[in-house]
């Protein structure tokens, strides 16, 4: 019976006009201590951090698409390739460039090559930090 009781106290109450009381809703007492921004911001962060679930084999997930899920694969890959077309044809207009920009093609061919290899380098950094902190932060 006792179990009862804290059941049905816990329970929404209503007044005699109908609208219900809930008895969460008591005015805040001014006297209380209120959080410090810095105590709330700490308490926050620690929310940030995803947990580090287990990434399922990119295969077996493969082998699990129909025929509709290969055909819309596929044409995100060409749509992706076509996009990595664009930049590099960049390096079939190195002379041009060079003269554009009163640079040598060593100069040119140079910073296409440091763009090339820092890609790699931020996407591995920002992948990683996208997958543990969310896009959000990481971006």
């Known amino acids: 019976m006792a179990s009862l009781e804290t059941a049905v106290g816990s329970l929404p109450m209503t007044d005699d006009k109908g609208p219900r009381i809930d008895s969460s809703s008591e005015p805040i007492d001014p006297?209380?201590?209120?959080m410090s921004i810095a105590r709330y911001a700490a308490t926050r962060i620690t929310t940030l951090k995803p947990a580090r679930d287990?990434?399922?084999n990119p295969f077996k997930l493969l082998a699990m698409l129909n025929t509709q899920q290969w055909l819309f694969f596929l044409v995100a890959f060409f749509g992706w390739t076509w996009d990595a077309f664009d930049f590099f044809t960049v390096s079939l207009t190195v002379s041009d460039l060079a003269e554009t920009f009163n640079k040598t093609n060593t100069d040119i061919t140079w910073g296409i090559t440091l763009v090339l290899m820092f890609r790699s380098v931020?996407?591995?950094i920002?992948?990683?930090a996208a997958d543990r902190y969310g896009r959000k932060w990481s971006v």
């Open 126 to 128: 920002f992948g990683i």
């Open 54 to 56: 287990k990434v399922s």
């Open 122 to 124: 931020g996407s591995a």
């Open 31 to 34: 006297t209380e201590e209120r």
